[in-house]
């Protein structure tokens, strides 16, 4: 029995005074303030009898709980004033926010019944693991923004921002971040009024400075693990060993500074209207982590990590949003929303202007100067040795049916120097297309999406598979190398080879080797409705103030690499992530005079 129950509840709270309504001098003043508060439980309870699939023997039990609490108060003052042509605007804000993760955990083995479940793990002969944790974050914002409009023509804003982030070091929590803007609608311009198709001209430039402080709680510091799995003279004792990560009291802000080059433009009484935007990001202070060598600690299955501010990187690229009026006729009517984006990042600076390798897998540590920051760097697969070709793999350890590095420079050696960048996890195109049809009182619309260029390891396609000896799950159906069946799709079962890393070990299967890359290109259907609005004079009579009837199919069609099940997740674990289902529904919109 394992059962899985998960509570969640949240909220989005606010109070607004407008003073002016209570003294007519300060009508331009208001204050408002908002609250939202989330809150998540979660039980486990896995009940494993002895004469079960799972019992090995012995009833054993599992019970965890876990509590999320996070909240967010925003306090914000808001001044508006206008002086004849010109409007003026102030915005004060502070701002907290919290979160709170807390857990238990309890395993046993030959506890009194099964049939008890969880609920009677003190009759427990054994009580293999027990813990509990708790992990708390914090973060304080002020910020102060000005505003500045002359005849709606000419807009200038300003603000200055300042946040604290709990899980930085101390001595770099806080960091301030500036802003401006600046926005000149052209179309309203004397020069401009003869040109009748056009509805909207606004020219839009900014710059900003934003922050990140995204790593683990407490991922400055060093912590300890107790082991109590050693002996001394048939007398067990406990001993600790460091964390992965280690700590750095110099970890602070990531920085970035961002110029934005925009422009509105409407046609035809906004038939057509569209925003383009051009944007160039500088990145300093990078924030990862960075895999130790294994010479300061730790193992080759287990490196030590410390967060560090690694680099700079650089982004740049286009974004365009087009809407259409098609059709907008008494009955019928046809809107249309087109989207596309490319964007180029690549590493313009790391620690000692040098590539950063990783030490336990080349693909998700490696940083490159002049890639992105997601780029797979490991070895190329030529497919499967053959039998008759045992001798050549003898030279390079390897056997019949196992993976086939390719020895790019030819030196009989499988080593850093065979390695090639084999594509990057972002995508170099994203897009999509929405059309909503409506005649009289029926509608239907449409979405669909694609991204381009961004290949990703395939977590589904590995860990579901023979290769990693899950001999107790159904597994992916896969042409597997045998002698009967001298393929080159996937190796032998139990054995991979040299090349294919850390093979076998649940959690960890990390391939070093390309065979496990996909593309993650895809072109889908997001989703098609269609739904009913009854007419006014039917709600009169019910007493409604609208009623809609609809009906959706969600991912009805994906066009994608064979053997992928969701691009979007394509290097998720399929056990942490919501792969993408088909689903239909079937909804009401229903609202009350």
Known sequence: TNQRRTFRASASLYSQIDFGKIWKPLEDLSYRLQFGPEFQFYTLGVANAADGINGDGNNGAQYKNEQKRAWTLDNLIYYNKALGQHNLGMTLMQSASAYHYEMGDMRATNVASSDELWYNIGSAGTLNSFGTGLTETQMASYMIRLNYGYKD???????????????????????????????????DEAFMKNVEALSNLKLRLSWGKTGNSGIMAYGTQSGLT????????????????????????????????????????????????????LYQTKTTDILLPRTLPTSMGGSNATPFKMYQNIGATMNRGIEISVNTVNVDNKNFKWNSTLTFAANHEEITDLIDGKDIIGSDSHITTSLLIGRPL?????????????????????????????????????????DDKDRVIDGKRTPDWTGGMTNTFTYKEFDLSFQAAFQAGARARNQFYVSYALENNNLNFNNLRKDYWTPENPTNASAQPSNMGTYRSKAGSWGNAKSEMSHTMFSSNFLKISYITLGYTFKPSVLEKMKLG????????????????????????????????DAMTRNVIFGINLSFK
Not at 226 to 239: H, I, R, V
């Open 546 to 577: 609208n009623l809609r009837l609809y009906a959706t199919v969600q991912n009805p069609f994906i066009f994608c690499a064979k053997e992928v099940v969701d691009p979007e997740q394509l290097n998720v674990s399929i056990n942490t992530s």
């Open 374 to 414: 997601k780029s797979f760097y490991h070895f190329i697969n030529e497919g499967i040795w053959q039998e008759n070709e045992a001798e050549e793999a003898a030279k390079y350890g390897c056997k019949p049916g196992q993976y086939k590095p390719l020895d790019l420079n030819e030196d009989g050696v499988i």
């Open 226 to 277: 107790p082991k109590t799995n050693s002996a001394f003279q048939d007398n067990g004792y406990t001993y600790y060993i460091y964390n992965e990560y280690v700590g750095n009291e110099n970890v602070g802000w990531e920085m970035s500074n961002t110029w934005d080059l925009g422009f509105d433009i409407g046609l035809f009484n906004n038939r057509i209207s569209a925003v383009v935007d």
């Open 153 to 187: 023509k000419y807009l200038l804003t300003a603000s200055m921002r300042w946040d604290g982030a709990s899980q930085l070091a101390e001595g770099h929590k806080w960091a301030s971040f500036p802003s401006v803007a600046a926005a000149w609608r052209i179309s």
